[in-house]
């Protein structure tokens, strides 16, 4: 049987998945992807589903063997240096290790976290419909914890297909886009606008429970203390101190700070990517905007499958070019950032 | 609550509930903005109520002590028509109609297991044996469960043991803690940090994997204490690590 073995890995690296749902009344958070688009594209290339589980590797480097057989993998998100023996290895593309080779990751170049898919998908046991890894409560198969060297994770045997090629389509760019509440109302106007108006680097510190903002100080109108209520994934709590903190993926399912705004779901994975230090800022939107971003955003990974092509055909896609005119949208043959992702309504 | 008062309605002495938008896949519906005995019963009641309505969109919710977190899928219903439903069911007259159940739970109080009774004894100068006595003789409910899997809130502690959190949170408390907080007390399941102050330590597991059920108690469920020796504590551990449930169901 072929396996895949952790040679080499950095913290904050574990299996995750599209996340554990239905037990947040219970304070189970549902943990999952940070970067659900990646952890789609890494899966598409490899033919898995688009949210099924995938190695998360943070922003340190990473070694895996083949061992016992082949195993094809693919690697997105965070471009990093990768190579087979020094042979480089492409970010969207599928690569399959002949039993005994290594590949190699670099560190993370302009982002946090790449999604390592394996063909055939990662075999182990879900609870509550999810292998993702919640270490704090001893959740997550085939190991409960982050990867570490020797981990062994059981894969199919590499099919024979030819390597594949993703073409991402085009996401947003600038600002990260927020709706604000639920308890901006715990905010002044002057203090709303410094929020939105200023400019944000996420600290060190951060993990995958929270990103703690640095900027200017976020004055509270009646204290930092309100009774706990529940949070979501991309909720902006404003600490005592008056530094936000961003809940990420392992959050808890309660908070106890007023919460000013809320990272559309569409942004999540890139705010999830910027790495620490980086400047950038947020923008409020409507409701309805937002809702019509995260409408798109599921197609957009629902879709990813079409843009999956053999590595030396992806131009040649023309099913996906019709699908796209007939949807009315304006399609450049040449640029692939002007293609749609097609969808399944 | 008692079995007269059950299908009790609710009256409304409330401000009109809220909804708050947070983020584009969940509305919270706010019922009070501090701990409220009647917003947390809403909470809990309208929480009910959506279980009846099967609205198409919702995901799940989560009750906390004021207000009911509401997730959905925008792809399948928007946050406008979603929250006018919310708020016609928030506003209606919510029934408390609905089975309760009552657990007893086992304490041992004091010693190596609860590290600070006999400071919260001598700050509320009485002794650590009045302190048991009035914590065993509350009727709690559960008003929510968060932050850590399985942490449970609960409401009615006698009020003549409120006392305001630790100046410094630990870092680190211990499994199955029991304590007290502000007007809250409470059964943390899992090892981690926390500001309140240790009265005991109970043996059940009120989140166990591989256990059926996985979450012993839901919101709503009433809780009551009573206080075990060391020994028997032991005994209790060690059943309840081998999956035994421990805490008792009784007939509410």
Redesign the interface.
Known sequence: MSTLVVASIGPASSVQDGGRFGAQRYGLTPSGAMDKLSLAAANSLVGNAPLAAAIEIGPFGAAFTAKGGAVRVALAGASRPADIAKRPVELNTTVTLADGETLTLGFARGGSFSYLAIEGGIDGEPLFGSLSVNARAGLGSPYPRPLQAGDTLAAKPASDRPERRITLPATASGPIRVVLGPQDDEFTDEMKALFLDGEWKISGTSDRMGYRLEGPAIRHMHGHNIVSDGTVDGSIQVTGSGAPIVLMADRGTSGGYPKIATVISADFGRLAQTPAGTAFRFKAIAMADAQAEARKFREQIAGLPDHVGEIENVELRLEALMTANVAGHAVSATDVGTWQAVTSG | MSPANVFEVMADVLPPPRL???????I?V?FS???DETANRKVLALDRALVDAAITGI???????????V?YD??VI??DALGAQLLALATGPLSLAGKTRRWRVPVHYGGADGIDLEDVAKALNITPDEVVARHVAGQYRVA????????S?LSGLDPSLQMSRRQSPRLLTPAGMIAIGGIQTGIQC?A?PSGWHILGRTPIRT?Q?HREP??LLE?GDEVTFYAVDAKTFIAQDQAAEAGAIIAEQVAA
Not at chain 2, 144 to 151: A, S
């Open positions: 708050l938008p947070s983020g584009d896949s969940a919270t706010e903005r501090t701990i995901t799940e919710t989560v009750p906390t002590y004021r207000s009911l977190l997730h925008p792809s928007a946050y929510m469960i968060g932050f850590t899997p399985g942490w809130y899992l981690g989140y994997l996985t979450f919101p």
